[in-house]
């Protein structure tokens, strides 16, 4: 029995999922991490910081789908760029450096985003 790939716009439309998946996962989870007032931790910022967490492995998986793709570097890079985010919100899970560093990593990613859909250099003529 031999395998069948699906067909190069569903493949596309899967990747798309994943990285938008990725953003709002990211999104929501800035949301529930950001507070400003000086008390103790309410408990929905460690769902949040998983949320991040989990909104950066996708950013990966997205990254490493638009290479399997053959999408261009910068959008296997900026795709990824919510990795940043992650990152910072491990590190220092009581600080805004999480959501200044969203001011630039998620427009990358979404430009990254539109850009791997409209980039018609893996689907055929």
Same mark, same amino acid.
């Given at each position: ?12 439309? !899967? ?47 997205? =990254?490493?789908?638009?290479?399997? !793709? ?13 990795? !940043? ?5 491990? =590190? ?34």
């Amino acid at each position: 029995m031999t395998r069948t790939q699906p067909p190069p716009l569903v493949r596309l439309l !899967l990747w798309a999922a994943v990285a938008a998946s990725s953003m709002v996962l990211t999104v929501l989870g800035l949301y529930r991490t950001s507070f400003f007032i000086i008390a103790p931790e309410p408990p929905e910022a460690g769902a949040g910081r998983a949320m991040v967490l989990f909104g950066s492995v996708l950013a990966v998986a997205a =990254a490493a789908w638009a290479h399997q !793709l053959r999408r261009p570097v910068w959008v296997r890079l900026c795709v990824a760029a919510p990795v !940043l985010i992650g990152w910072t919100s491990m =590190a220092a899970p009581e600080s805004l450096l999480p959501q200044l560093l969203a001011l630039v990593a998620l427009p990358a990613a979404f430009a990254g985003f539109l850009g791997g859909i409209f980039d018609r250099s893996g689907l055929p003529r």
